[in-house]
């Protein structure tokens, strides 16, 4: 099959997907349905080598219903053995040459595929990320424009006459762990002591869901990925909040001073404050974020404090201890971070 007939395949395979999605691009996270450039190279390879494994199948399924219809035993069979055969040269031939083609044909595009992928090379427009896997939850990182966010993962579209595709590095704080947002492009993994790359390139906007894709311990399957693709301007004002400093007025000076008298200064940076600890997530624009706890519940004031009170409660085996707040405490601390847009 052509790489055009591949494509055709991966189109209707995309509309499908599409249809049952509609315009919510949080409904599939389907590989079939890719919408940009690594995943498609992915999903044409994928249905390239499914073409022919389905050919395959349909060959040797049909030689061998045609074997045993043909050659079932007739009704006024005297029980003689049939005419035997020793050796075929034209069959071995076949047997041997054939599936050494096909696996060869397979090699190739497989090594086109990775090629094209890992040799792209980055355009003067790309974005560089920086991205850790924790125990459980993801730093991102944006080095050149100082930004430090968890767990939602914004980008520019990308217009094919103006590239502006996202380039991620890969490490981990702690263990294996795996990114993988399965219509942006394949899994990478994360391993500690090592920096992987990979790329996106989104041509389309909405959030886009994923996951990690590596068994990394009792919450991993808790480790959830959200990538939002903003139109460009849309995307530009959102680094121009991250970047401010995180501000609080006097209202919620009570909580602030909670905040920043208890553990949760050693492990966590508020920008602007005493907080610059690294070990868990940069809370300096908390409140832009939709979720909470690497996706496992919503940005809201009760699963704040909630996840605050008891993290054990909503993510058992959690490594944020509970700070044995009293319910006024609580209260103070959770108002303080409802200021942390
Ligand atoms: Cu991180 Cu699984």
Redesign the pocket.
Known sequence: MTRAGAAALVGVAGAAARAVAGDDTTRTSSIFAPVSAPADAAVTAAMLVLAITAGIFVVVGGLLTYGVVRFRQPPDDDGSEPPQVYGSEQIELAWTVIPILIVVVLCLVTARTVYDVQGATKPPGAVDVTVV?H??WWEIRYPALGIVTANELHVPVSDPANRTPTFLALESADVA??FWVPRLAGKTDVIPNRRNTMWIEPRETGLFLGQ?A???GTQ?AH?LLRVYVHPRAEFDAWVTRQREPGVADASVAAGRHVFETTACINCHTVRGTVATGRFGPDLTHLMSRDTLVAGAAPMTPEALRDWIANPDHVKPGALMPAMQLDATELDQLVAYLGTLR
């Open positions: 896997g125990q459980w762990h795996s990690c590596e068994y990394c991993h480790m």
